[in-house]
């Protein structure tokens, strides 16, 4: 059975590869992900590549083979769908929810996991917005872009949040800032690198680029 570790590092190298449309995952984007040294990541890659979980190449980066892909995507199921057990069973706040998973993934039965994704209802995102694979390992894939790239006066609508901190997760609730909300673009300030929102019938707020660019959005 593989480790916890080699779970983690495929479903990291998969989330990431999702969003790049499954091109090669750079080595420096796997060790932030993970919060590990690049030579850390580097040597845990390589028997990685040795077991036939991936190939790597130098200066590139990783690709996910298919039973490497397989198991990252039956761990990024698990992971989303006990966040939203997490969440909508037993009522703990989205920021929490990410370290919780994250230790139970590892856990979970197969029996399980189709008894949990049951009695959810089979919900088709986490509670951040992230689209749960399927149990046959098909994930719905977002059309989305981020805040930063709309333009003043601009409405759309929230679909996910693109980052798992806790203190930028409860920002983020408390200016109600969740997938599924509207969001109207009152002014985009460029030399301070801030923008001016409102969710419908709350009051608005700024926030800077950097935190704009990880809202996911669509019209």
Same mark, same amino acid.
């Given at each position: 059975?593989?480790?916890?570790?080699?779970?983690?590092?495929?479903?990291?190298?998969?989330?990431?590869?999702?969003?790049?449309?499954?091109?090669?995952?750079?080595?420096?984007?796997?060790?932030?992900?993970?919060?590990?040294?690049?030579?850390?990541?580097?040597?845990?890659?390589?028997?990685?590549?040795?077991?036939?979980?991936?190939?790597?190449?130098?200066?590139?980066?990783?690709?996910?083979?298919?039973?490497?892909?397989?198991?990252?995507?039956?761990?990024?199921?698990?992971?989303?769908?006990?966040?939203?057990?997490?969440?909508?069973?037993?009522?703990?706040?989205? #920021?929490?929810?990410?370290? %919780?998973?994250?230790? /139970?993934?590892? &856990?979970? !039965?197969?029996? @399980?996991?189709?008894?949990?994704?049951?009695?959810?209802?089979?919900?088709?995102?986490?509670?951040?917005?992230?689209?749960?694979?399927?149990?046959?390992?098909?994930?719905?894939?977002?059309?989305?872009?981020?805040?930063?790239?709309?333009?003043?006066?601009?409405?759309?609508?929230?679909? #996910?949040?693109?980052?798992? %901190?806790?203190?930028? /997760?409860?920002? &983020?609730? !408390?200016?109600? @800032?969740?997938?599924?909300?509207?969001?109207?673009?009152?002014?985009?300030?460029?030399?301070?690198?801030?923008?001016?929102?409102?969710?419908?019938?709350?009051?608005?707020?700024?926030?800077?680029?950097?935190?704009?660019?990880?809202?996911?959005?669509?019209?």
């Amino acid at each position: 059975m593989p480790s916890s570790t080699v779970e983690n590092y495929l479903k990291q190298i998969l989330s990431i590869s999702l969003d790049r449309d499954n091109r090669e995952v750079a080595m420096g984007l796997i060790s932030e992900a993970l919060g590990v040294t690049p030579g850390t990541a580097t040597s845990m890659v390589k028997n990685l590549e040795k077991e036939g979980w991936l190939t790597y190449k130098s200066r590139k980066g990783v690709k996910l083979t298919a039973s490497g892909r397989k198991l990252g995507m039956n761990i990024l199921r698990r992971h989303r769908l006990l966040e939203t057990f997490l969440v909508e069973t037993l009522g703990l706040d989205w #920021s929490e929810i990410h370290d %919780e998973a994250e230790e /139970l993934e590892h &856990a979970i !039965s197969e029996k @399980v996991l189709e008894r949990l994704d049951e009695f959810l209802g089979r919900p088709r995102h986490d509670p951040h917005g992230h689209p749960i694979p399927t149990k046959g390992g098909i994930i719905q894939k977002h059309i989305s872009r981020s805040l930063l790239d709309c333009k003043e006066g601009m409405s759309v609508t929230i679909d #996910s949040i693109d980052d798992q %901190e806790k203190n930028f /997760l409860k920002f &983020a609730r !408390s200016r109600h @800032v969740v997938p599924g909300n509207r969001i109207r673009i009152l002014s985009r300030e460029e030399v301070a690198n801030a923008m001016e929102l409102r969710i419908d019938g709350k009051p608005s707020f700024s926030i800077g680029f950097e935190a704009a660019g990880k809202i996911l959005v669509s019209d």
